[in-house]
């Protein structure tokens, strides 16, 4: 079983609605949990960053973490064509060096 | 600005070529990565250093090799005994401590012709 399990898509939705992008996790020893965002051929960029059961939320975007279930979610609201990227959940855990990257999942808001 | 440089932006392998791709921070971070991204398949880490003068091997390690002689510095070679080394590569920093993520430069990618 990996450690992080994310949907490799790809997604594709209109523009306007809500996206939903999700990741499990098996070693609930975790306890930092990122969004990171990226536009083809570039590197990746950090988009939300949580350490805590519950939500957080900036602009459109809300990073959900449940450590009861392993489970994270990003939700994208009013989804723009800007937002087409791949999406990877990166986790941490304590004292740990390396984050552990879902596959990724690519995403096409359709104008 | 601080951030993390990597060079070049395109590179081309020969057949039986080592190659050698740069990445330069300076954020002051003292963990680096080198990552391999291809498609379908997410990252895959080669190697990392978290201090100078030390470097680990990651999942994928190889084919290549590093060095890590300055903080600032983490350069990745990718030999010949790397058999498919088409692919897009990324290096990534982080400070040391603490639950901080990482930052990425733009990245190379490698096409052997």
């Known amino acids: 079983q990996k450690e992080v399990e994310q949907d490799p898509g790809p997604l594709s939705v209109p523009e306007g609605a809500i996206v939903s992008l999700n990741c499990t996790y098996s070693?609930?020893?975790?306890?930092?949990f990122m969004w990171y965002r990226q536009y083809s051929r570039k590197g990746p960029e950090l988009l939300m960053y949580?350490?805590?059961?519950g939500n957080k939320e900036d602009g459109r975007f809300t990073a959900q973490v449940d450590k009861s279930s392993k489970y994270i979610s990003l939700f994208i609201r009013d989804s723009q064509p800007s937002d087409s990227a791949t999406y990877l959940c990166?986790?941490?855990?304590?004292?740990?060096?390396?984050?552990?990257f879902g596959q990724g999942t690519r995403l096409t808001i359709n104008p | 600005d601080g951030g993390i440089t990597q060079s070049p932006k395109y590179l081309f392998r020969k057949e039986g070529q080592n190659v050698t791709l740069s990445c330069e921070q300076n954020?002051?971070?003292?963990?680096m990565y080198w990552y391999r991204q291809d498609p379908g398949q997410g990252l895959r880490l080669i190697y990392y250093?978290?201090?100078?003068?030390?470097?680990q091997k990651g999942d994928i390690a190889e084919g290549y090799s590093v060095s890590r002689e300055k903080k600032e510095s983490f350069p990745l070679t990718v030999t010949s005994a790397q058999k498919n080394p088409t692919a897009f590569y990324l290096c990534?920093?982080?400070?040391?401590?603490?639950?901080?993520?990482?930052?990425f430069g733009s990245g190379t990618r490698l096409t052997v012709v």
């Open positions: 990534a920093s982080r400070t040391g401590t603490g639950g901080y993520g990482y930052t």
């Open positions: 949580t350490y805590s059961s």
């Open positions: 250093s978290q201090i100078v003068n030390d470097f």
């Open positions: 070693n609930s020893a975790f306890q930092y």
């Open positions: 954020l002051n971070h003292d963990a």
């Open positions: 990166a986790i941490l855990g304590q004292g740990a060096q390396k984050l552990v």
